[in-house]
């Protein structure tokens, strides 16, 4: 059967390319066939970050999202070894286990050209800072973290992609739209061709997260209802965070409202980054990178404020919530929003001539200077105005006047399907992996999910 393969995966993000490499690693001689519904990560151009425009356009096949490497691409790399956030591959395995794959994807990162330089919670200046957090009811989560930057990261994927490119097949511009069962295995249909393979790897990435749910649906696999987190991306002076980038580059705090009790995490740190847009399905969301190299950077750091809901019956598409929610932005300032802090908490919406006053200047221009108070939900905007007021006593000038705040940010995560503690789903020989599906959220533990998976494959072959 010329269309027969031994493995065929799903999507080529982190997860995915690491099964391949895996794999191939260990089996030259396998049939693999990588299905990935964006471009090349050599023909994935954002007309934005080509500077051809300033809005998002909405491209059919959004290069941030999709494409080989991912929406990680043109991330900024940030690389977390950790167990404590990033994912729940921890509930599968043990989390020595995860922070051995952890540190497998590392090395392969770095065999493809990724740095070795690794900030630490664990440094007496980090426990300072630690400390100051906890003062002010703040904690702040345990990590080592390897800052690749925005242009490395998609040097050392496009390096990967060389690599892989000869030792398995990958097919990008090609979308799966069904999964069927057969007595071969299964049958991955696209527009124009059936696949047939005995080991599937769902691989789906962010912006295949609503597919992947979907079709789990079609199969009859039960899921679990993950958490939406909505917010804001909050953007400062780079001084005033300084102490803390300087020392552990990312400050990953958590806060339990004191008004509605929900939980409020940072997410995202970008020290001297820039604010950036990204369209899933359609809906432009914001978020933030930061280069390595110092000459490309901002006077600003920024980073996300994140409120998580988690919701009970009869809804369960938080999925469709977020979308939802960030649409708002959409029509209200085609697009983002942007608003000072000092503006918010007037109840007056930031204007541009109140902007163009400001100390702080957007590095995100095309974004809409408007009103905030109009996009969020009450209870998360509640929440974010409380977690910037607490977050001024442990770094004091968050809370000031021209602070900016871009809405809306929305972070994805698909229902995730029951799986075993090899990442199987109800089917044999049928994976789940990465953060599109509902597993990972984070490019070191999408890596490790991928290389777990790929072991237990080559230890049925």
Not at 38 to 44: A, F, L, P
Request: aromatic share 10%; hydrophobic share 35%; charged share 25%.
């Amino acid at each position: 059967m010329s269309n027969a393969y031994d493995v065929v995966i799903i999507g080529a993000g982190i997860s995915g390319i690491c099964t391949a490499y895996e794999l191939t690693e260990a089996r030259p001689d396998l049939k693999i066939v990588i299905l990935e519904q964006g471009n090349e990560i050599t023909d994935r151009v954002c007309p934005i970050i080509a500077k051809k425009t300033k809005k998002c356009l909405k491209c059919p096949k959004c290069s941030i999202m999709k494409g080989f490497g991912g929406a990680g691409s043109f991330s900024d790399g940030k690389y977390n070894i950790t167990t404590e956030f990033g994912g729940w591959l921890n509930r599968y395995i043990s989390d020595e286990e995860v922070l051995e794959l952890i540190d497998y994807v590392d090395k392969i990162n770095i065999k493809f050209g990724a740095c070795k330089e690794v900030y630490s919670t664990d440094t007496p200046a980090a426990k300072e800072i630690e400390r100051r957090a906890i003062e002010n009811d703040l904690h702040l989560l345990h990590a080592k973290v390897k800052h690749l930057g925005t242009e490395n990261n998609f040097e050392i994927l496009k390096s990967i992609y060389l690599y892989l490119k000869d030792k398995v097949e990958i097919r990008c511009g090609v979308k799966a739209e069904n999964i069927l069962l057969s007595t071969y295995g299964y049958v991955v249909e696209t527009q124009n061709d059936k696949i047939f393979t005995k080991y599937l790897v769902a691989a789906p990435g962010r912006a295949g997260a609503e597919w992947f749910s979907n079709t789990c649906k079609k199969l009859d696999i039960p899921l679990i209802n993950n958490q939406i987190d909505i917010g804001v991306r909050v953007e400062v002076p780079a001084i005033v965070l300084e102490d803390v980038t300087s020392n552990i580059y990312e400050a990953k705090i958590k806060y339990m409202a004191k008004c509605y009790g929900n939980m409020v995490r940072t997410f995202c740190m970008n020290p001297y980054g820039h604010v950036v847009t990204e369209n899933v399905d359609g809906i432009v969301t914001v978020n933030g990178h930061s280069y390595s190299d110092k000459a490309l950077g901002s006077n600003n750091t920024n980073f996300a404020l994140l409120v998580s809901a988690e919701f009970t019956e009869p809804f369960n598409d938080p999925y469709q919530y977020g979308k939802r929610v960030a649409s708002f932005s959409n029509l209200l300032g085609n697009g983002i929003i942007v608003q000072r802090f000092g503006d918010l908490l007037k109840g007056r919406r930031t204007t541009k001539r109140r902007l163009e006053k400001s100390f702080v200047k957007p590095t995100l221009t095309s974004a809409e200077p408007g009103d905030l108070s109009y996009v969020l939900p009450k209870r998360p905007l509640d929440c974010i105005i409380e977690m910037i007021d607490v977050l001024d006593k442990f770094a004091p000038g968050i809370a000031n006047e021209d602070t900016l705040l871009y809405g809306v940010e929305v972070k994805f995560y698909s229902a995730r399907p029951e799986l075993t503690s090899n990442l199987e789903t109800k089917y044999r020989n049928f994976f789940a992996i990465g953060d599109g599906a509902g597993v990972t959220r984070g490019l070191a533990q999408a890596g490790a999910s991928g290389i777990h998976v790929a072991r237990e494959i080559l230890r049925r072959l």
